[in-house]
């Protein structure tokens, strides 16, 4: 069984990608948020990946963590789910707000989803909720621990602060700076645009 599948993008689909490895090209099907993260051709990629034999299909699915290959397991342990309806979940809901849904019996959530129908959806939940309880607490404690833009904004205007500013023109600046970096998350490059705009004054 292939685990795990690194390589040169060669091109891609709809809902796979042609991954060169060493000069063999692997058709990796995968949820559509993922294909849309690729990069161009000739660039290096890596999918977690899970094996799909029955009959006479043999195919590859992959995914850009391990969470996501986990869920399609077990999605696929629910009877009427098969690998392209696994797909379309994942490709609609990310993996956080997927075990959300079960978690709180949102059948509604799931039956938006192309191939899912309300009998679909209820055995999803009433399968799936026990074997993904722990995965849903974990997704909410990782919520819980991300810093709120409120905060990142908060330990930008200390640090300036402690730089000597004051507490009004650091609080504008870093406002001002947070709009121009595309990372809200990153408290370093808010802080060095916080400072340009300081510095101009």
Known sequence: MIAELSGKLSRIGPDFAIVNVGGVGYKVYAPVSVIADLPGAGGAVRFFT???????????????DLDQQTVFELLLTVSGVGPKVALNILS????????????TDDHHALV?????????????VLELKEKTAELAW??????????????????????LIGLGYARNDARGAAERAAQTVPDMTNTAAIVREALKLLNVR
């Open 92 to 103: 609609v809901l990310p993996v956080e707000n997927l075990v959300d849904a079960i978690a």
């Open 50 to 64: 899970f094996t799909y034999v029955k009959e006479d299909i043999l195919a590859l699915y992959g995914f850009s």
């Open 112 to 124: 938006r989803i192309p191939g899912i129908g309300p009998k679909t959806a209820q055995r999803i």
């Open 138 to 159: 974990t997704k909410r404690v990782e919520r819980r621990a991300r810093p709120t833009e409120r905060d990142i904004l908060a330990d930008v205007v200390e640090g």
